[in-house]
């Protein structure tokens, strides 16, 4: 039964591409060109004057070495042959480990909900520095695994439900990162998409799927960005450890991709010797259990060539001249302990997206704040900290005072009364009195989520919707702000006049809230993921696709995840994917194709500010496949954001190249283009798309 079971999940999706007439297959990409053929010569030249032992020690590594050290784990240099050591720090959302003077920033949610890969790359840059001013020079990051359920604990450190906006982001943080000589460790490779049982639950999954929607990302990462590290997840795919997957690391990550930079083992995630060095990891964390004497043992036996461990040393090296490690030497963890890497600069960049990355949910007319508006009621628990994950490597410690939301709200409220109530559990009686009093009442509500373990329901917990309700109900101009590490319910939408998705918005927070309530700044964000309308809706609803039987997890949605599930299925959600409202107003119109030099679209599209103040539009442009490719809804292929001031018109270029037509062919093995008719549609989210027109791919 499970041999059948996982030959049909491998099969689905596959066969209507299979036996097209007409289907062109495209050649494999060719690897992108580095100062890297430099750097691989230089690594192997090295490995070269390497005894075994040597070359052992630089493939598995410790834990902190000291307490408070804020990194998570060490691989020791060589002196003799001037190898610097390599300290790995987490995480995704900031420099973590218990690291002090550093930035909190927004989480990964937020950035993606700006849409903007210039701002993602400039994130990348300034987290990048501040790993590198504490003496990390290899820092965890990014997380880049698809949100296919939004239950997933982590959720708050990916990005995206989409296969290219997560490219594209994944692709920008990296080159920010190592342009500060810092290896970016793009993580976790691959279909790492849930907590529950994460250690040792084996996906099973087409390999379609994980063409189209759970590797895009880590081969823009890899090829576009550049990076110079990848982390193996815990998870096994199809039945191997991902760490000695011999297809996702050796024939695809280093045979397709051309990888040659360091494959790291997440912490325990090693699990044996022989496969996981003859698959394509190189180095094992923390400890060398695997990849320690038993390695030795393997190649004086004969179980592994000395070549092989001569290539893994080499890969590591690789990434160490390519991120420029041995040219830029940063200085001892031990001497920057004290040492604040945060700044001005960093902090206003915080900010920046936290106000950019903030999605106008709805508005009734109370935001922003009129001049009329004498008094505002800021209410809720949440108001009074700054919510961040509970537990694990995208925790981080803030520099200075965290600007709370009261905080922000009082700083910036100039002649306006701020009031507010705690209303901790069961009294809601006293935040309902407290918001009857005022003009606007703000409440703020936030989730509990972190590593190690999903959310069981998104429903707000300890009694928030019920505070909402009673508040709401006390007054007509009520807002809700959620702090949130992705979707969560609303069963109050209707009683409310406005929602802010504002995400974990780091340490300046309040500063940012306080300029969009005020209208100083606009919610210039978008949904990088479905909002659900009930817990039901999605994988989460099926056991055997979530959270699977403690042994598996059953990927049988193939292609159909996120807003693909949701326009296959015919539900309806809460939101919709790429859906946000702004202070103003936009038209697009005068959608005009042309064929590219690649035989691929160029797509032209005007965007006009018809309303009375300053906004940003995100353009999005989605692809409409023939129906023999099987491809449950249009993707999203283009988009682009569009700053305009009232009045103000811009024509953007949405360019969509002949591989973005491409489908993975199951029976081929490869990426294939169909010919025929294909629908380009250009909106303000996958379920608004009033543009519409045909392109032949011949």
């Not at 912490?267 to 259990?289: Q, R």
């Not at 928030?464 to 807002?479: F, G, S, Y």
């Not at 590490?485 to 300046?508: F, H, T």
């Amino acid at each position: 039964m499970e041999m059948s079971r996982r030959l049909a999940v491998k099969l689905a999706g596959a066969a209507v591409v299979a036996m097209r007439p007409g289907a062109v297959a495209l050649p494999a990409p060719a690897h992108r060109p580095h100062a890297g053929d430099q750097a691989r010569h230089k690594a192997e030249e090295l490995v070269r004057r390497m005894t075994l032992d040597e070359k052992v020690t630089q493939l598995h590594g410790t834990g902190p070495q000291f307490p408070g050290a804020g990194y998570n784990g060490s691989i020791p240099g060589n002196s003799r042959l001037g190898i610097p050591a390599l300290y790995l720090a987490d995480g995704p959302n900031g420099v973590g480990n218990g690291a002090t003077g550093v930035t909190q920033w927004p989480g990964a949610k937020a950035l993606a909900a700006a849409w903007d890969p210039g701002l993602a790359r400039r994130y990348g840059a300034a987290y990048g520095a501040e790993q590198a001013g504490k003496g990390h020079n290899v820092a965890l990051a990014p997380c880049v695994n698809i949100l296919r359920v939004p239950n997933w604990g982590r959720s708050a450190e990916a990005f995206t439900e989409d296969p290219h906006l997560n490219s594209r982001l994944a692709e920008a943080v990296v080159e920010g990162i190592q342009s500060q000589y810092v290896i970016a460790t793009v993580k976790h490779f691959a279909a790492n998409n849930q907590e529950t049982d994460r250690m040792s639950v084996d996906v099973v999954v087409s390999r379609r799927a994980l063409h189209e929607i759970y590797f895009p990302a880590f081969r823009a990462a890899v090829q576009q960005g550049g990076a110079a590290a990848v982390m193996t997840a815990y998870n096994k795919i199809d039945g191997s450890y991902a760490s000695e997957n011999a297809y996702a690391v050796g024939q695809v990550l280093r045979g397709e991709w051309g990888f040659d930079g360091m494959v790291v083992s997440d912490w325990g995630g090693t699990h044996s010797t022989v496969a996981a060095a003859k698959a394509g990891s190189d180095v094992e964390m923390p400890g060398g259990t695997y990849f320690g004497t038993a390695l030795k043992n393997a190649v004086r036996n004969g179980e592994v060539a000395e070549s092989v461990v001569d290539g893994m040393v080499a890969d590591v090296l690789t990434a160490m001249f390519r991120a420029g490690l041995f040219d830029h030497r940063l200085p001892d963890p031990r001497s920057a302990l004290r040492t604040v890497v945060s700044s001005r600069e960093h902090l206003a960049l915080a900010r920046s997206i936290s106000v950019q990355g903030s999605v106008l949910l709805k508005n009734q007319g109370v935001l922003p704040f009129s001049g009329a508006v004498r008094s505002v009621a800021v209410i809720g628990e949440a108001a009074h900290r700054i919510p961040q994950p509970t537990y694990g490597s995208a925790t981080v410690n803030r520099t200075g005072t965290a600007i709370t939301p009261l905080a922000g709200i009082e700083a910036r409220a100039g002649t306006v009364k701020v009031v507010s109530s705690h209303d901790l559990l069961g009294r809601t009686t006293d935040a309902a009195a407290v918001a009857a009093k005022a003009d606007r009442a703000v409440v703020f509500v936030a989730d509990t989520a972190g590593e190690g373990t999903d959310r069981s329901t998104l429903a707000l917990p300890a009694g928030q919707n019920e505070l909402i309700e009673a508040v709401a109900a006390a007054n007509p101009n009520t807002v809700v702000v959620l702090n949130t590490s992705g979707a969560v319910l609303m069963p109050w939408l209707d009683k409310v006049r406005g929602v802010i998705a504002n995400w974990y918005a780091g340490q300046e927070q309040g500063a940012a809230i306080a300029a969009l309530l005020f209208g100083d700044a606009e919610p210039g964000g978008r949904l990088p993921e479905t909002f659900p309308a009930t817990d039901r809706q999605g994988p989460a609803g099926s056991g055997d696709r979530y959270p699977g039987d403690g042994v598996s997890v059953h990927y049988d949605e193939g292609l159909a995840v996120g807003y693909r599930r949701y326009h296959r299925s015919g539900q309806k959600p809460l939101f919709p994917f790429g859906f946000g409202l702004s202070y103003t107003r936009f038209t697009l119109g005068d959608l005009g194709i042309r064929t590219g030099a690649d035989g691929g679209a160029q797509v032209r599209v005007t965007v006009r500010n018809t309303g009375s103040r300053t906004g940003s539009e995100v353009v999005q442009l989605y692809l409409e496949h023939p129906d023999a490719a099987g491809e449950p809804s249009p993707v999203l292929k283009a988009f682009a954001k569009a700053t305009l001031a009232p009045g103000g018109s811009r024509t953007v270029e949405l360019p969509v190249p002949r591989d973005a037509f491409a489908v993975w062919s199951e029976e081929r093995q490869g990426w294939t283009v169909l010919p025929g008719r294909y629908g380009i549609h250009v909106g303000r989210s996958s379920a608004d798309l009033p543009l519409s027109a045909e392109f032949h791919v011949p």
